[in-house]
């Protein structure tokens, strides 16, 4: 049973103005994700959501300044960048990076291999990668094309959920996975995290601005982020709270 | 006394189409660096190739060996007064010029029906010493044939290679730079196209303190088609430059460049020049050249200059591009963030990059051959 813990937070970006100082932008978060739970953490803009999950997942950009992550009791901040992924964590990201020259099934197949610590028999993983994309509404033809590129908005994201569901992690971090989608992608993508969810016992952190993903992923716990850290946590509820009246109790915002 | 102010001569980069040529050394002036063709290269590097300063005190060695069958390839060592000599083109810069005007034999490799991969291994003259070489491909018509021109060693070359494609005839020509660290080689490259002859060529650098090839493509007749590709790896403190003129001057012939080079290390430079151009009678041309370049490393350097020319407007179609991108951390943190290594994030992105090109080298055991020594070059940086 995988549990990630973060316990007092504080991360640190490098000032766009100045390259000598740095930006706090998380000041103290405090979040256990157990195996088994979906955790919402909701915000608005700039509250620092998505610096969680890059932090989480080990960009180069955020410097944790103070505190800790654990991936059952391990170090995840002592861990590379791919350390992580090995060890179970998996982001998927908001905007997702063009790679291009690299062909998608070479780039899964390399992925899966370094995940799971062997090559995935050829036979096997071609059924398996074609089922997962036609699951996802994917064109098989996007194998051949080059990692993201030229992928619209909602095909990029579906190609996050792709890799999660192959990859197989035991905590997924999934930074703002709703935004850009229309009713029916959403629709997909949703089932797709909700079908990965009902597999296995992974933890999913769920980062949103919008409460309309919640309606088809219902989380166990929904987290109020705000000024870098959370400030309020609740049930399912407090969703449907932040939907009428807005982050304006939290933050002092209407967005 | 007066002096008279001379205004800093600046060079334009002129038509292609009036470029100067001459067999005779002399006939070019000697370039102090600034000159259009060679402001990019380092002439401190080229020990004395482009002034005449080099002693000849080195011989280059040429090695054929052809398949098993050696039915269809004759291999000849020459004179300069041979009359095919000079069929393939004449020297558009000094240091062609100068080794035009200095080579004693040439060797003549003739390819007749469907021979089996020919081999020609160019080795330098040796460390420390200079040397020119002369070489000349020709094709019989109809002929099918594979060359693979695979240059290593040491020392200092300036060489020139005479393609001349009899009508119908095919030809892959391989091109290797695999030199050692301190050679240092200038090539001119001398291609005829004849009658619906068709030539393909890839051209591999991975090698060398400085290497600067300039492959000329002329069609002497219509229905000609001429494909170059290329790729260079370019290390540390090495300058690999590639100068392509493809010459139109027939109706209804087709050119295509399509070059890509990867560059890894402090000062680690490559130029591309592709040139291209399609005088008043080359109606119903088709062409297209393209320039990729991946900065895998800071403090590299990629100069990429693509140059059309169009004579007529009655052209089958004619463009071109050029792109110079990095190998960035994003790319980086996403590879990385699905559990791949850093090294291979960088391998992955390099065969990619490098695929294209290596595809179209037709001779499984030189693909492997330079696809390991890529993935040697990766490993030096790797992690």
């Excluded at chain 2, 490799?109 to 160019?122: E, Q, R, S």
């Excluded at chain 2, 590299?300 to 169009?310: F, G, H, K, Q, Y």
Aim: proline letters at 4%.
């Amino acid at each position: 049973m995988a549990t990630l813990e973060i316990k007092d937070l504080h991360v640190a970006v490098q000032d766009m103005q100045d390259a000598d100082a740095t930006k706090e932008i998380l000041r103290g978060v405090d979040l256990t994700v157990r195996a088994g739970e979906t955790h919402a953490i909701m915000g608005p803009n700039g509250s620092g959501k998505s610096t969680l999950a890059y932090a989480i997942a080990g960009h180069p950009k955020y410097t944790v300044t103070s505190g800790a992550i654990l991936l059952d009791g391990e170090n995840v901040l002592e861990m590379t960048v791919d350390e992580r992924a090995r060890a179970g964590l998996f982001l998927a990201m908001q905007y997702p990076v063009e790679v291009p020259g690299v062909s998608t099934s070479n780039f899964l197949r390399s992925a899966a291999t370094a995940v799971r610590g062997e090559a995935p028999k050829l036979r096997t993983w071609v059924k398996e990668v074609k089922q997962a994309m036609s699951d996802l509404d994917i064109d098989a033809a996007f194998a051949e094309r080059s990692v993201n590129e030229g992928f619209s908005g909602g095909e990029k994201k579906r190609h996050e959920v792709l890799q999660l569901s192959l990859l197989k992690p035991k905590i997924a971090i999934l930074d703002e996975t709703d935004s850009g989608l229309d009713v029916d992608a959403l629709r997909v993508v949703s089932d797709g995290i909700n079908s990965y969810r009902a597999d296995g016992d992974v933890g999913v952190l769920l980062i949103t601005h919008y409460t309309r993903i919640l309606r088809h992923i219902t989380p166990d716990h929904v987290h109020v982020f705000a000024g870098g850290r959370i400030v309020a946590s609740g049930g399912a509820e407090l969703a449907d709270e932040l939907e009428e009246h807005g982050y304006v109790r939290f933050a002092g915002v209407t967005t | 006394m007066t002096e008279t102010l001379v205004p800093a001569r600046s060079v334009p980069a002129g038509s292609r189409g009036e470029r100067f040529t001459s067999y005779d050394v002399d006939a070019f002036e000697v370039p102090g660096g600034r000159e259009e063709e060679w402001r990019f290269t380092p002439m401190r590097r080229l020990h004395g190739l482009h002034d005449g300063s080099a002693t000849l005190d080195g011989a280059a060695e040429i090695t054929v060996t052809s398949g098993p069958d050696a039915a269809g390839v004759t291999v000849e060592t020459v004179g300069r007064d041979d009359a095919r000599i000079g069929d393939g083109g004449v020297p558009s810069d000094r240091v062609a010029a100068q080794a035009w005007s200095r080579f004693e034999t040439a060797t003549v490799v003739t390819l007749d029906g469907t021979p089996a991969p020919v081999t020609i291994a160019l080795a330098g003259p040796g460390a420390g010493n200079t040397s020119v070489a002369h070489l000349h491909l020709r094709t019989k018509p109809h002929a099918e044939a594979v060359v693979v021109l695979d240059h290593s060693g040491s020392g200092t070359l300036a060489s020139n290679t005479e393609v001349v494609l009899a009508p119908g005839s095919r030809l892959t020509l391989l091109v290797v730079e695999d030199w050692a660290d301190d050679a240092v080689h200038v090539g001119a490259q001398h291609v005829s196209v004849g009658q619906d002859a068709t030539f393909r060529a890839v051209a591999v650098t991975l090698g060398g303190d400085l290497v600067r090839v300039s492959p000329t493509v002329t069609f002497a007749a219509p229905g000609g088609d001429a494909e170059l590709a290329g790729l260079a790896f370019a290390d540390a403190g090495q300058h690999f430059e590639q100068r392509l003129l493809v010459d139109h001057a027939q109706p209804n012939c087709r050119s295509n460049v399509v070059y890509k080079n990867a560059l890894q290390g402090r000062d680690a430079h490559t130029v591309w020049i592709g040139d291209v151009l399609i005088r008043a009678a080359a109606e119903g041309t088709q062409s297209f050249e393209l320039n990729r370049n991946l900065l895998l490393t800071e403090r590299s350097r990629a100069d990429s200059v693509p140059n059309l020319e169009i004579e007529t407007g009655e052209i089958a179609g004619a463009g071109h591009a050029s792109a110079t991108g990095r190998f960035d951390d994003e790319q980086l943190f996403y590879l990385q963030s699905r559990g791949i290594s850093e090294s291979q994030a960088r391998r992955l992105v390099v065969r990619g990059f490098f695929g294209e090109i290596l595809n179209k080298i037709t001779v499984p055991e030189l693909r492997d051959r330079l696809e390991t020594a890529i993935e040697a070059e990766l490993a030096a940086i790797g992690s």
